[in-house]
């Protein structure tokens, strides 16, 4: 890297001081022969010793003015250009070898402005791979360590049940535990996949009309056989005929999730109230619950992938579910928000955009 750039200056400067003895030579000639003439015509007494002299100290003096200039000029060049120009290279270089926490100095000084532009965006581009490369070692750790257990627990109840004379019901708790931990991977998978084609806008949004109220009921009553045996108290609120233009399979994702989540934060005896209000552009469901609440510290987080705020429950659950919901209200061009209270309930809200030409009396 060092020996062109120092082979570059030497041809530059050679080039240069050429350039200036050329003219040096020429003005020194031209001078001889303007005094040659001077004292001819005019009768001067400049004898050809005076005009040599001249000639020299002229040479000299252009000769002194290129070094000076020279030396001047790459002084410059050094602090206004090359400093700034191996700033950026030994920056894109770090890049380049995986190192994102490299950022280029702002640097002072009139004709930095380009140099500053160009240092900007690559520190632009040095945060933005930095956070995705945070992203993908933090997916891979989180994936490794949710698959962990229920492959520690396939594992262990796979060699108890090897263990010869096991009684018939022992078989079948350790087979069910077997099935459990592999459904648990199994869903684990189906939502990374989820997430993964909803991020990489692989899924288009199928539209269809369809009534947001029944598509509601559907879905909270397939938790039902969770209500009567934890006997929580429903109550609902919904609006007649409200459609909305959506991808109806989509959508009641976001529903199962939050009545999933509402059913397994609320303990027995809790309520869980359904709401949906429409006017005549949004749609707005609410989803309450008098379940345990979350801090303001966890409601920060909910939304990230693999984020659990509640340990407790973990085994049931991988952190994925509000992701999802979050992603897909965003494809929707929806808006979601959570008010909570720890130890009181929590109330997520979710509002969509209505069916553009629905028959009018459907509004
Ligand atoms: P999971 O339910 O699998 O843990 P989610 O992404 O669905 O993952 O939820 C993330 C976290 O948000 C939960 O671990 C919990 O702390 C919090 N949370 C979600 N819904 C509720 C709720 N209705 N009540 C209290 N906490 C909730």
Redesign the pocket.
């Known amino acids: 890297m060092k020996k062109p750039t120092f082979r570059r200056a030497i041809q530059e400067f050679s080039s240069f001081l050429l350039f200036f003895l050329l003219v040096g030579f020429v003005v020194s000639c031209c001078m001889m022969l303007f005094l040659n003439v001077l004292s001819k015509e005019m009768g001067l007494t400049y004898t050809s010793d005076n005009i040599a002299e001249a000639a020299k100290i002229t040479f000299l003096n252009v000769v002194i003015i290129t070094v000076l200039f020279k030396t001047a000029d790459f002084i410059r060049r050094r602090i206004m250009v090359d400093r700034p120009v191996k700033m950026i290279t030994d920056a894109a270089e770090k890049i380049m070898n995986g190192d994102f926490s490299i950022r280029v100095k702002h640097m002072h000084g009139s004709g930095m402005d380009g140099f500053n532009q160009i240092g900007e965006s690559i520190n632009q581009m040095a945060e933005e791979l930095s956070s995705v490369e945070t992203l993908r070692t933090d997916f891979i750790a989180n994936v490794s360590h949710e698959m962990k257990t229920p492959l520690a627990v396939m594992q262990n109840y796979g060699t108890l049940l090897q263990t010869p004379d096991l009684p018939e019901e022992k078989r079948i708790e350790y087979a069910k535990a077997i099935t459990d931990a592999s459904r648990r991977l199994a869903d684990m998978m189906t939502n990374i996949l989820k997430l993964n084609r909803l991020e990489n806008q692989q899924i288009y949004p199928n539209l269809t009309t369809f009534d947001l109220g029944e598509q509601l009921c559907e879905s909270l009553l397939q938790y039902e056989s969770t209500w009567e045996r934890k006997n929580i108290e429903i109550e609902t609120e919904i609006a007649d005929r409200v459609l909305v233009s959506a991808d109806s399979e989509l959508l009641s994702l976001v529903w199962n999730?939050l009545f999933s989540?509402?059913f397994?934060?609320t303990e027995d005896g809790g309520k869980v109230t359904l709401t949906l209000i429409a006017d005549e552009k949004y749609a707005t469901v609410k989803i309450s619950?008098t379940?345990?609440?979350?801090s303001a510290e966890?409601g920060a987080h909910?939304f990230e992938k693999f984020?659990?705020?509640?340990t407790s429950?973990?085994t049931?659950?991988?952190?994925?579910?509000?992701?999802l919901v979050k992603r897909v209200v965003d494809i929707m061009q929806g808006e979601i928000g959570v008010e909570?209270a720890v130890g009181v309930g929590?109330t997520?809200t979710v509002k969509i955009g209505r069916a553009n030409d629905g028959p009018e009396e459907a509004r």
């Open positions: 999730n989540n509402a397994k934060f619950d379940g345990c609440g979350m966890v909910i984020y659990q705020g509640d429950r973990a049931q659950g991988n952190g994925l579910g509000l992701a909570s929590t997520f």
